[in-house]
């Protein structure tokens, strides 16, 4: 079951085509990454797929309504915490979800009584009756997370939801996130940082002048780099030299010599186990002992380095 | 402070689980019940705010004075007198003016994130802007209630007696909520809060000015006349007027429904033409 779908979906602002031809599949169920650098064309995907904007070309569906045919139908199912706080600062966190619960429907009591609730599990009892406008950025965020799950959605849109938060306020972040998730929520998440859609997401696009220039999991999307890398560490520090000889005719890659005397790494291409065991077996057949190994995966900021530097080349 | 509250509070997963097994939602609630809820934000944001009633209270006041006593010897034979005249026009104007705030709140709320979330809701889509309009009439009865307390300290005395002037403040409210459609439609259109200010100034000067509030019509030029008797801001005059002295104007209270109909449903549509473009 797809949460998201996507076909050829198109935005264009006067000159700039800030949404240009995305293709997207949402498994339901999962939070999935739209990755991008300023400008990728993040907001503005989000923003259509929220019925906030119609699109120029293309289709996409939420749960297979049509956003552009069926808005309400869409509206009835997700909900949207904004780059840019989505709560109104001049009332107090408790006039918030109460206002939100009202326009969902709740009576007053009912909406009083759903508001405490998030409050509590949001950690912002103490600061329930102040002015939005005084919280911390950390706060403020929780407070839109909360009132964006009001009434648990089917899909919640995040758009970046931990820039400008400290180490501690993202991790809470986080915690919510993964909360709503074991919930049934999906969550489509929009970052500019790696290690957060790393740590959150399990299928990632990556965004880029508003391309979907790579899509998958963390795992395919690593391994379509292909920049891997093997570190070897030999019982012998005599017998670097020709282990590096050997290396570097096998993998016909560069060979970095370590500061640790046994140890050498060397860089994969794109198939990178079936290179490394070929290396460990001519290794062993040269009777070059290796104490250990490990396969080193690329970082996601290698993959998006890596990709963009693709795209520009082209 | 800001900083214990942090230490002290964090969000609790548990608990988080706990509140998002509710899946359940309450029917979507009517276009009336929403209205009234972005109504009530409106109340709201007086209440924290409160300054913002300075000026549907200062500006009336100022108006009713300055008025009458530049003008009460020259058109009348004393101040008091000319009250008698000039009060329900005041009253008018003072109102119609201020009706032009509900374009500077919307075009200054309508950037920020939170007018995404409402744009996001399943509600009846011009319940936000209905909801600015209900809060703002508000201030219109706060601005007419001022007007007519002062009146009556400095000697105003309607014919038409309280009924009379319920009456008269009923049919004022009908026609700015009509009338504010007008800056909704400008508080989307116009890119800042100062050109939504420079264009109503530019619409409610004529409109005020050329009319029947400060002198009778009738020692105009005839082109001038012309324009005075269809501006509707001189048919709602003259219809407030006449509840106010007791005698009715029936001619001028149907022009004035008819306008107020025509603004709700033209600038309406309009606004909320815009409203779903943003
Ligand atoms: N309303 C608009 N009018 C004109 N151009 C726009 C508008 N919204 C976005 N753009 C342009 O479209 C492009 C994509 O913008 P978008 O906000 O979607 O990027 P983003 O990936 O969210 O970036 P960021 O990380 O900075 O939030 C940018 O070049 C931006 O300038
Ligand atoms: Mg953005």
């Known amino acids: 079951m797809l949460a998201i779908e996507t076909k050829g979906l198109v935005k264009v602002f006067g000159k700039t085509r800030a949404v240009d031809g995305v293709d997207l599949a949402v498994p339901a169920g999962t939070v999935y990454g739209l990755l991008g650098p300023n400008g990728a064309g993040k907001t503005t995907t989000v923003r259509l797929l929220a019925t906030l ?14 956003v552009r045919a069926d ?83 089917q899909l919640l849109f995040l758009d970046e939801p931990t820039t400008g938060l400290d180490p501690r306020s993202r991790n809470q972040v986080w915690d919510i996130v993964r909360a709503v998730v074991d919930a049934g929520t999906t969550v489509l998440l929009t970052t500019q940082y790696l290690d957060e859609a790393d740590q959150l997401a399990s299928r990632i696009a990556v965004i880029d002048r508003g391309k979907v220039i790579a899509e998958g999991t963390k795992g395919e999307l690593k391994a379509s780099v292909g920049v891997g890398s093997i570190h070897v560490r030999l019982r012998d520090a005599g017998q670097r030299a020709e282990a590096q000889q050997l290396l570097t005719r096998v993998l016909d890659a560069d060979i970095q010599l370590d500061s640790d005397p046994v140890a050498l790494t060397a860089c994969l291409g794109g198939h990178a186990t079936e290179q490394a065991a070929e290396a460990l077996a001519q290794l062993a057949r040269a009777g070059i002992t290796v104490d250990n190994f490990s396969l080193g995966q690329p970082s996601l900021d290698e993959v998006f380095l890596a990709l963009t530097d693709k795209e520009q080349a082209a | 402070m800001t900083a214990t509250i942090e230490q002290l509070e964090a969000p609790k997963p548990e608990a988080l689980a706990a509140v998002l097994v509710a899946k359940t939602r309450p029917p979507r609630p009517s276009a009336l019940s929403a209205s009234i809820t972005f109504g009530w934000r409106a109340v709201l944001k007086i209440k924290h705010v409160p300054e913002q009633l300075f000026d549907v209270t200062a500006f009336p006041i100022m108006m009713i004075l300055m008025f009458t006593y530049l003008f009460g010897g020259a058109l009348a034979s004393s101040p008091t007198e000319y009250l008698q005249f000039l009060l329900p026009g005041i009253m008018v104007t003072s109102v119609v003016m201020i009706t032009m705030y ?177």
């Open chain 1, 53 to 66: 904007l119609k699109p120029d070309d293309g289709v996409a569906e939420v749960f297979g309504h049509d």
């Open chain 1, 71 to 153: 808005p309400d139908a869409v509206r009835a199912l997700v909900s949207l915490t904004g780059q840019y706080a989505s709560v109104d600062e001049d009332l107090t966190g408790t006039e918030n979800l109460i206002l939100l619960g009202r326009l969902l429907g709740h009576t007053g009591k009912s909406a009083r009584a759903r508001g405490e609730q998030l409050l509590e599990a949001f950690g912002l009892t103490d600061a329930k009756d102040r002015q939005v406008k005084n919280y911390s950025g950390g706060m403020r965020r929780r407070l839109d997370i909360a009132a964006s799950i009001f009434a648990t959605p």
């Open chain 2, 102 to 278: 509900t374009g500077v709140a919307v075009n200054t709320d309508i950037e920020k994130g939170v007018f995404d979330r409402f744009r996001t809701l399943p509600i009846w889509r011009p319940a936000p802007m209905v909801g600015y309009i209900l809060g703002d009439l508000l201030r219109y009865v706060l601005a007419s209630t001022t007007i007519m307390l002062v009146g009556l300290v400095l000697g105003y005395r309607p014919a038409g007696g309280f009924t009379g002037v319920v009456l008269a403040v009923g049919v004022l409210m009908a026609f700015s909520f009509a009338f504010s459609w007008v800056w909704t439609m400008f508080g989307l259109l116009m890119r800042s809060e100062k050109s939504v200010m420079g264009v109503s100034m530019l619409v409610l000067m004529p409109l005020t000015f050329l009319s029947n509030v400060y002198v009778n019509p009738a020692t105009m030029p005839g082109w001038l006349q012309a324009f005075v008797n269809v501006n509707p801001i001189t048919q709602l005059v003259s219809a407030v007027r006449g509840f106010m002295s007791g005698s009715a104007d029936a001619g001028a209270l149907s022009w004035t429904l008819g306008y107020t109909i025509a603004f709700t449903v033209v600038f309406g549509a309009l606004t909320m033409r815009l409203y779903n473009r943003k």
